[in-house]
C-alpha cells in the first residue's frame, strides 16, 4: 500500500458498490468537520490497468470534489475489480449500516460476471458463506422488493422466503400481503408454502375442453333469463318497489288479458 497525493477528479467511482448512509445529523456532522479539519484517513483505491478506482471513502471524496481540494491523500493498493468489489463490501459493511440492495448487486456482480462462488466470496469479504448465499437469491426478487427490504419494512429472513415466488407479479403480490399482515419470519414461510401448494394445485387441474355456460338472470316479471349485464336496475326505496311491481304487474295482465280476448274473437270467427 502506498500513500500517494491525487486530484479527487481523476479518481473512478465504479457504478457497482456499497456505501454506507448516515442519518441528517450525522452526515451534517460529517460534512462540518471535513470542512474544519479536513479527511483525518486517507480514502482507499485500487490501481486497475493505469486507473485509480475507489474503494472505500466515497463520501469524503465527493466532499473534496464539492470543496474544489487540489489534491487528496489516497491509499493506493494494486488489484483488479474484484479486489475493489470485494475490500469495498468487507470495508463498507464493518463500518456499519448499508442498504441491502447494494450489497445484493456486488454479490451478483462477483458471481455473474467473475465467476466467483459462494465460498470464494465468503473468504474475499469476510462474509459468512451463508449470508452470501441468501444474497444470492435475494438477488431474484423484483426493485420493489429489494426497497422494502433496504427500507428496513422486511427482513433478509422474509426476503429468502420471498425468493420461492418466483413470477415478479405474484412476488409483490405475497409482499403486499407481508406489508399488511406484519408477519414474523416463520410465519410468513409458511404463508409461502401455501401459496406454492394453492398454485401447484390451480396449476394442475383439468382445463374444461368447452368453456363453461355464461350465468343468466331470470326476469322477475317475463321469467325470461338474460346476461347479468343486460338486466336493467335501478336503485329504488321499498314503497316505490311495491308501487313498481303493482304497475308492471297490472300492464302485465292487461296484455295477458288483451292477448285472450283476441283469441277468442279469431276462434269465433272460424
Excluded at 465527493?62 to 475490500?87: F, H, S
Excluded at 451463508?130 to 422488493?145: A, G, N
Excluded at 333469463?225 to 336503485?235: D, K, R, T
Aim: aromatic share 6%; glycine share 4%.
Amino acid at each position: 500500500m502506498k500513500l500517494r497525493k491525487v486530484n479527487p477528479n481523476k479518481i473512478k467511482i465504479p457504478e457497482i458498490r456499497v456505501t454506507a448512509r448516515f442519518d441528517d445529523d450525522t452526515w451534517e456532522q460529517f460534512q462540518k468537520s471535513l470542512k474544519e479539519i479536513g479527511a483525518v484517513a486517507p480514502i482507499i483505491c485500487c490501481q486497475v490497468d493505469e486507473k485509480l478506482v475507489l474503494v472505500d471513502g466515497l463520501h469524503r471524496l465527493v466532499e473534496a470534489q464539492r470543496n474544489g481540494a487540489a489534491t487528496i491523500d489516497v491509499a493506493v493498493i494494486d488489484g483488479d475489480m474484484v479486489d475493489v468489489l470485494t475490500k469495498n463490501l468487507f470495508l463498507d459493511h464493518m463500518r456499519g449500516k448499508t442498504p441491502v440492495s447494494e450489497m445484493v448487486n456486488v454479490i451478483e456482480a462477483l458471481w455473474k460476471e467473475y465467476q466467483l462462488d459462494s465460498e470464494k466470496i465468503a473468504e474475499k469479504t469476510g462474509l459468512t458463506r451463508d449470508y452470501v448465499e441468501k444474497l444470492q437469491l435475494i438477488s431474484q426478487l423484483t426493485p420493489m422488493c429489494r426497497q422494502e427490504l433496504d427500507d428496513g419494512l422486511i427482513a433478509v429472513g422474509h426476503a429468502v422466503a420471498l425468493t420461492k415466488i418466483k413470477d415478479p407479479i405474484q412476488q409483490e403480490v405475497v409482499l403486499n400481503q407481508l406489508l399488511t399482515y406484519r408477519w414474523k419470519v416463520k410465519e410468513f414461510e409458511k404463508y409461502v408454502n401455501d401459496v406454492l401448494v394453492l398454485t401447484a394445485q390451480q396449476a394442475a387441474a383439468p382445463v374444461s375442453a368447452t368453456p363453461p355456460k355464461p350465468a343468466t338472470v331470470k326476469c322477475h316479471f317475463c321469467k325470461i333469463e338474460y346476461e347479468p349485464s343486460e338486466i336493467a336496475g335501478v336503485l329504488i326505496c321499498p314503497p316505490c318497489a311495491g308501487t313498481l311491481f303493482s304497475i308492471i304487474g297490472a300492464a302485465r295482465a292487461e296484455i295477458e288479458k288483451d292477448k285472450n280476448t283476441k283469441t277468442a274473437g279469431q276462434n269465433s270467427i272460424s
